[in-house]
């Protein structure tokens, strides 16, 4: 049985709504290779089919939209030889992610529950962010010994000064508010309001004209839309000037540290940060700063190069691990501290591991003058 069930639902004018729904509730709709790739396959069909005036991604169950990464398989796969299959689960991703962001017709995600990783790289791509009410966003990759990817290299370079540092270094833990903050919802609703809000929709007059057809749908969320009080990040401007203006990684690490002792709410990004893997911690500062004026193409160029050197180190594996497998929440780093990370490893990391041709170099981007071939 498929992870994903795609339906199409009449409306106006001969014209539907492309309906996608991610169904793996007992791993909270983590990803699986198959499960991206028909993700993917709707949305660039639903993009191409002019009777699709609505593409609608949702995740089934009370618990998740989307958990990330089913990450378990993933180092299953590369530690027993299928190296190129792990690799291709990123490949696929990036690819679906990057339809999402390109499509013409509107998609809207409705995303409740736990939103982590690869959801939140569903998400951003989204011309409408739903969230519930009740929805927690992070990206908690350097917990596992991997990076903020899935197109994080371009919108964590987007949010507000100190934002991506904070998300990305730190894997801190976004309610709606904080995450509408960032640029990733732009409506929170009742989670209980999802049935009317999608039967609205279903009765719209649809013109088939897709920037006005997606006001339309602006304004149908506008009328479920919950008041939205100013979140914790927006609260606090002085933490978030200190974490944009950390020279280095250490210093980012002392601030947030500094800063957990006085807010409660950061005590806790503050030990992902202290417990997570240096090597991952440098990989992503590096990343971050070399993403900062790259395209969206550019962006998932490089996070395919830095996935692929991932995979060849020892800390996602033991990551995934001592988290998501053991359970000891006691992995054994391969570098004791931030002092001990050889920048020469890290620096190896953005050197493309293909010989001739980047496997994403021929994702559309008509504004891209240079790309990673």
Excluded at 76 to 93: H, I, M, P, Q, V
Excluded at 133 to 141: F, Q
Excluded at 341 to 351: N, Q, Y
Aim: a negative charge; charged letters at 25%.
């Amino acid at each position: 049985m498929s992870d994903v069930r795609v339906s199409s639902i009449p409306v106006s004018g001969g014209k539907q709504i492309l309906c996608i729904r991610i169904e793996a509730q007992e791993r909270l709709n983590a990803l699986r290779h198959e499960t991206t790739a028909a993700i993917g396959d709707a949305v660039r069909r639903g993009d191409k089919d002019q009777d699709v005036v609505l593409i609608w991604l949702e995740g089934a169950g009370e618990r998740s939209f989307c958990a990330g990464g089913d990450v378990r398989s993933l180092s299953y796969e590369y530690l027993s030889g299928n190296k190129e299959k792990a690799l291709s689960f990123f490949t696929t991703e990036y690819r679906t992610d990057y339809a999402i962001h390109m499509a013409k017709t509107p998609v809207l995600g409705f995303a409740h529950g736990i939103v982590m990783g690869g959801g939140v790289g569903i998400l951003a791509g989204c011309r409408h962010k739903v969230l519930t009410s009740g929805a927690t966003l992070a990206m908690p990759e350097v917990s596992i010994g991997l990076f903020p990817d899935v197109g994080a290299t371009w919108f964590l370079n987007r949010m507000p000064r100190g934002c991506g540092r904070l998300l990305g270094l730190a894997g801190f833990r976004m309610d709606a508010a904080d995450a509408c903050f960032v640029g990733l919802g732009d409506r929170v609703v009742r989670e209980e309001d999802r049935e009317a809000i999608f039967e609205t929709l279903c009765g719209l007059d649809w013109s088939g004209h897709p920037e006005r057809d997606a006001q339309a749908v602006d304004a149908v969320l506008a009328h479920f839309a919950l008041p939205l009080e100013a979140g914790f990040l927006a609260k606090k401007p002085e933490c978030l000037r200190s974490f944009a203006l950390a020279p280095d990684p250490a210093a980012f690490g002392e601030a947030l540290e500094a800063a957990g002792r006085r807010e409660p709410h950061l005590a806790k990004a503050a030990k992902t940060f202290a417990d997570a893997s240096p090597f991952s911690i440098h990989l992503t500062w590096r990343q971050l700063n070399a993403g900062r004026h790259l395209s969206l193409k550019q962006a998932f160029c490089l996070e395919l190069i830095l996935a692929a050197r991932s995979l060849e180190q020892k800390d996602f594996h033991e990551g995934v691990r001592a988290l998501l497998v053991e359970k000891d929440n006691r992995p054994h780093w391969q570098d004791a501290h931030l002092g001990a990370v050889d920048s020469e490893v890290i620096r190896g990391c953005f050197i493309p591991p293909w010989p001739v041709l980047h496997p994403l170099k021929d994702l559309p981007d008509p504004a891209l003058a240079a790309g990673w071939s």
